[in-house]
């Protein structure tokens, strides 16, 4: 299986901040790669599709980047309601996989 | 509106076979762009995908969980049913469906895919 590894595991940042989370896969995954946020109690929601497209609805200051093993995913002003567990997740093969999370905390 | 609702036991036993339905809507389970999978998450725990089903009735199976799981679905009762046999403790988690989107006319190996919606999921503790 691919693994799929993000860092940091925890992120402290405060309101406005930029913030990147990057995941890395453990062999090419061109662009299958999508990232969803999660809240305490809530269902993940996708945010990225395709390693770059936003998902209709989500607000503009998610981005996404990346092709083959290497990705991020950039909050360019940071918001109280992006405080959350992020994962990603790719579709390259039959056996998907996610990554471990990235908790973005309030400095 | 897509809402996908994940219904079955809340407690099961070890070595019991857990069997959890999907029921979907907003959506057909034959339309060749979408399709259907299974994930779960341990609590304080990533998500782990454990299976899909398509509208061609393609399946795959998680490498480490195969041989415990069964994907199946039935379109004329928008419902796509999980099986996996043997549960153990270290299988208590929410178990989610969710749906897939396929980039291009249909879903097929060079389709990007990704879920969209997921189910509000169902807690299924393993304990005897």
């Known amino acids: 299986d691919i693994e799929m590894t993000q860092f940091p595991s925890f992120l402290s940042a405060s309101l406005g901040d930029r913030v990147s989370i990057t995941c890395r896969a453990s062999?090419?995954?061109?662009?299958?790669l999508n990232w969803y946020q999660q809240k305490p109690g809530e269902v993940p929601k996708l945010l990225i599709y395709a390693a770059t497209t936003l998902q209709s609805g989500v607000p503009s200051r998610f981005s996404g980047s990346g092709s083959g093993t290497g990705f991020s995913l950039t909050i360019s002003s940071l918001q109280p309601d992006d405080f959350a567990t992020y994962y990603c997740?790719?579709?390259?093969?039959?056996?998907?996989?996610f990554g471990q999370g990235t908790k973005v905390d309030i400095k | 509106q897509v809402t996908l609702k994940e219904s079955g036991p809340v407690l099961v036993k070890p070595t019991e076979t857990l069997t959890l339905t999907c029921t979907v809507s907003g959506f057909s389970l034959s339309d060749a762009k979408m399709g259907v999978s299974w994930i779960r998450q341990p609590p304080g725990k990533a998500p782990e995908w454990l299976a899909h089903i398509f509208s061609n009735d393609e399946k795959s199976y998680s490498t480490s969980l195969k041989t415990r799981l069964t994907i199946s679905k039935d379109t004329s009762k928008s419902q796509v049913v999980l099986t996996m046999t043997n549960m153990d403790p270290v299988d208590t988690a929410t178990y989610y469906c969710a749906r897939i989107r396929c980039s291009g006319a249909y879903c097929y190996s060079k389709s990007f895919m990704w879920f969209d919606p997921w189910g509000q999921g169902t807690q299924v503790t393993v304990s005897s």
């Open positions: 997740q790719q579709s390259y093969n039959t056996s998907w996989t």
């Open positions: 062999q090419p995954i061109a662009s299958f």
